[in-house]
T-cell receptor, first 114, second 114 residues
Framework: DAMVIQNPRYQVTQFGKPVTLSCSQT?????MYWYQQKSSQAPKLLFH???????NEADTPDNFQSRRPNTSFCFLDIRSPGLGDAAMYLC?????????????FGPGTRLLVL | DQQVKQNSPSLSVQEGRISILNCDYT??????FLWYKKYPAEGPTFLIS?????DKNEDGRFTVFLNKSAKHLSLHIVPSQPGDSAVYFC?????????????FGTGTRLQVFP
């Protein structure tokens, strides 16, 4: 089945140690998104790619970076994780920007910072 | 500032009865509203949406109502089934051209018991 895959499902890192989360998709969608969801809070968009065009949200900390080497893969890099970055990170894709109902989500990666 | 609010963190309904999940918003510039459903260990999946030019959209057992004057929308599930037990997220899209941004509420956990 075509899908959005996130690896790993659980990631433990140390305070200040860079960490990378990965997302891949077999849907061949143009747009890929990264959301952060902290406990009991709403998912919050960090940034998205429309093909190779990167779009950062104004309030996304500089500590968060992203790479999209090809259509299928997108990475979230946290350069120096703090305790406040512990959260669920959700990757999503959509075929065309402007059609919100077509966002498909992966299962998420839960990040723990020690 | 939470622009999309789901004030009930949980709801418990008996099987066969109606489930009503509520969502309030503060931004009159939203042009599209969506409901997502999330099971444990899975990503959110799209359930139903409504454009701001409509006041009702129905899909099988699911109906979404939009009251623009009250800045309120609700999701009705009739009849409720145990498989509907999940977390339901309300989301809204700001009217801003071909934007991909969705603003989510904090979710309501629905439990349908036999």
């Amino acid at each position: 089945d075509a899908m959005v895959i996130q690896n790993p499902r659980y990631q433990v890192t140390q305070f200040g140690k860079p960490v990378t989360l990965s997302c891949s998709q077999t849907l061949n969608h143009n747009v890929m998104y990264w959301y952060q969801q902290k406990s009991s809070q709403a998912p919050k968009l960090l940034f998205h790619y429309y093909d190779k065009d990167f779009n950062n949200e104004a309030d996304t900390p500089d500590n968060f970076q992203s790479r999209r080497p090809n259509t299928s893969f997108c990475f979230l890099d946290i350069r120096s994780p703090g305790l406040g970055d512990a959260a669920m990170y959700l990757c999503a894709t959509s075929r065309t920007p402007g059609l919100p109902e077509t966002q498909y989500f992966g299962p998420g990666t839960r990040l723990l910072v020690l | 500032d939470q622009q999309v609010k789901q004030n009930s963190p949980s709801l418990s309904v008996q099987e066969g009865r109606i489930s009503i999940l509520n969502c309030d918003y503060t931004n009159s510039m939203f042009d599209y509203f969506l409901w997502y459903k999330k099971y444990p260990a899975e990503g959110p999946t799209f359930l139903i949406s409504i454009s701001s030019i409509k006041d009702k959209n129905e899909d099988g057992r699911f109906t979404v109502f939009l009251n623009k004057s009250a800045k309120h929308l609700s999701l009705h599930i009739v009849p409720s089934q145990p498989g509907d037990s999940a977390v339901y997220f309300c989301a809204a899209r700001p009217r801003r051209g071909n934007t991909d941004k969705l603003i989510f509420g904090t979710g309501t956990r629905l439990q349908v018991f036999p």
